[in-house]
């Protein structure tokens, strides 16, 4: 078997195990300078990515892959779907609460980003990528592998090996897939042949753009995270600002409204990975219910959640937020004992809460 016979064996079993082991897909691209490498330093620069300075971190590295390994030849792009269907829970409105359930209850449950639902998907990829690196150890190679946490600009890669295209919401999207899957990347000193990338098929629609509650996306494929509800509902660590918190309505974990908008999204396919549905123990949850929850029990319920991400002063800061935006009068004595919370960011949070709310239940009774 001659060397380039033999490198192209090796691409197709890489491509077939990623396959046995669960990815959508498995696509090549070259280890290079990503494409938006100065769009991403701009970005930076404008202040956009707002407390987020560990993307200023290893800049250099994150804009070359050979940076962070030296004969780097190729990045290997995966992704794995995580769609469940349609959500269980409809958006809430201020004051407009659910239908009651079977038990005969009615409360807002705060809606939760997709991504966000089930297992923690850091964990259950990176199993996945550790077998694909053993065997191209043993075909002589040297590897990085990465599930969103590395110096990588993985979208450009991603559009570079053809998973996708760039979405004006700067999410990437493909066409089977939608918008709902996962990114993992192994960076590898063997050179396999790269794909070729995906034209967009966003045309004229702005569907992303218009749906976006706090217009946090400024122009096509430009977010300014800031204002967004992933970012002031995960990312930030402090007080969210009181003018977009209106803005943020029952969300308490991310924001998926301008993918929902998506049409590409109708074509999305439910993932074959389970681990991804939403716990039934967070799925019963009224949002006041959260304010119970003391460190352990928040360790016990997200410890292979996402949601650990914020730890327990981040998630119930949200909570009191969606109360403020969608709670009644029934939540009121949840709220008011938050506001004695250990946590000043929490109590702070609730008593805006308990304003909001009494202002809502004053304006309905005039
Ligand atoms: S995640 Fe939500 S807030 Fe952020 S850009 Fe998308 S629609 Fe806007
Ligand atoms: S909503 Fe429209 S513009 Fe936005 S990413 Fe989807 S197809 Fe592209």
Same mark, same amino acid.
């Given at each position: 078997?001659?060397?380039?016979?033999?490198?192209?064996?090796?691409?197709?079993?890489?491509?077939?195990?990623?396959?046995?082991?669960?990815?959508?897909?498995?696509?090549?691209?070259?280890?290079?300078?990503? /494409?938006?490498?100065? &769009?991403?330093?701009?970005?930076?620069?404008?202040?956009?990515?707002? &407390?987020?300075?560990?993307?200023?971190?290893?800049?250099?590295?994150?804009? *070359?892959?050979?940076?962070?390994?030296?004969?780097?030849?190729?990045?290997?792009?995966?992704? !794995?779907?995580?769609?469940?269907?349609?959500?269980?829970?409809?958006?809430?409105?201020?004051?407009?609460?659910?239908?009651?359930?079977?038990?005969?209850?009615?409360?807002?449950?705060?809606?939760?980003?997709?991504?966000?639902?089930?297992? *923690?998907?850091?964990?259950?990829?990176?199993?996945?990528?550790?077998?694909?690196?053993?065997?191209?150890? /043993?075909?002589?190679?040297?590897?990085?592998?990465?599930?969103?946490?590395?110096?990588? !600009? &993985?979208?450009?890669?991603?559009?570079?090996?053809?998973?996708?295209?760039?979405?004006?919401?700067?999410?990437?999207?493909?066409?089977?897939?939608?918008?709902?899957?996962?990114?993992?990347?192994?960076?590898?000193?063997?050179?396999?042949?790269?794909?070729?990338?995906?034209?967009?098929?966003?045309?004229?629609?702005?569907?992303?753009?218009?749906?976006?509650?706090?217009?946090?996306?400024?122009?096509?494929?430009?977010?300014?995270?800031?204002?967004?509800?992933?970012?002031?509902?995960?990312?930030?660590?402090?007080?969210?600002?009181?003018?977009?918190?209106?803005?943020?309505?029952?969300?308490?974990?991310?924001?998926?409204?301008?993918? *929902?908008?998506?049409?590409?999204?109708?074509?999305?396919?439910?993932?074959?990975?389970?681990?991804?549905?939403?716990?039934?123990?967070?799925?019963?949850?009224? !949002?006041?219910?959260?304010?119970?929850? *003391?460190?352990?029990?928040?360790?016990?319920?997200?410890?292979?959640?996402?949601?650990?991400?914020?730890?327990?002063?981040?998630?119930?800061?949200?909570?009191?937020?969606?109360?403020?935006?969608?709670?009644?009068?029934?939540?009121?004595?949840?709220?008011?004992?938050?506001?004695?919370?250990? /946590?000043?960011?929490?109590? &702070?949070?609730?008593?805006?809460?308990?304003?909001?709310?009494? /202002?809502?239940?004053?304006?309905?009774?005039?």
């Amino acid at each position: 078997m001659n060397a380039e016979r033999g490198v192209a064996d090796t691409r197709a079993q890489v491509v077939k195990l990623a396959g046995d082991l669960g990815f959508d897909l498995c696509r090549f691209a070259r280890a290079e300078t990503p /494409e938006h490498a100065a &769009e991403f330093r701009d970005w930076l620069d404008r202040g956009d990515a707002g &407390e987020m300075n560990y993307l200023a971190r290893n800049l250099e590295r994150r804009c *070359d892959p050979r940076q962070v390994l030296p004969d780097a030849k190729t990045v290997i792009v995966l992704a !794995l779907n995580y769609f469940q269907g349609a959500r269980k829970t409809r958006p809430v409105t201020a004051g407009v609460l659910p239908a009651k359930d079977a038990a005969g209850t009615a409360a807002a449950t705060g809606r939760i980003a997709r991504y966000a639902w089930g297992e *923690d998907y850091h964990n259950l990829i990176e199993k996945k990528l550790a077998v694909i690196d053993q065997f191209l150890r /043993e075909c002589g190679g040297g590897q990085k592998c990465y599930v969103d946490t590395g110096p990588m !600009l &993985e979208r450009d890669q991603a559009a570079s090996a053809g998973i996708g295209w760039h979405g004006k919401s700067t999410m990437l999207l493909n066409r089977e897939f939608g918008t709902w899957f996962f990114l993992a990347e192994i960076l590898t000193t063997l050179e396999f042949a790269p794909d070729t990338a995906q034209k967009s098929y966003c045309g004229r629609c702005t569907r992303c753009i218009d749906a976006c509650p706090t217009g946090a996306i400024t122009a096509p494929h430009q977010v300014d995270a800031r204002r967004c509800i992933s970012y002031l509902t995960i990312e930030l660590k402090g007080s969210i600002p009181t003018e977009l918190r209106p803005l943020i309505g029952d969300r308490i974990y991310g924001c998926d409204d301008c993918l *929902d908008a998506c049409p590409w999204n109708r074509f999305a396919k439910v993932s074959r990975e389970t681990a991804f549905a939403m716990q039934p123990e967070v799925a019963a949850m009224k !949002l006041r219910d959260y304010l119970s929850l *003391d460190d352990d029990k928040f360790r016990r319920l997200f410890c292979n959640s996402p949601i650990k991400r914020t730890k327990r002063r981040g998630l119930l800061r949200n909570v009191c937020v969606a109360l403020g935006n969608v709670g009644t009068a029934d939540d009121l004595p949840a709220l008011e004992k938050a506001t004695s919370d250990s /946590e000043p960011l929490i109590a &702070e949070h609730a008593h805006w809460a308990i304003e909001r709310v009494k /202002e809502r239940a004053v304006a309905a009774n005039c």
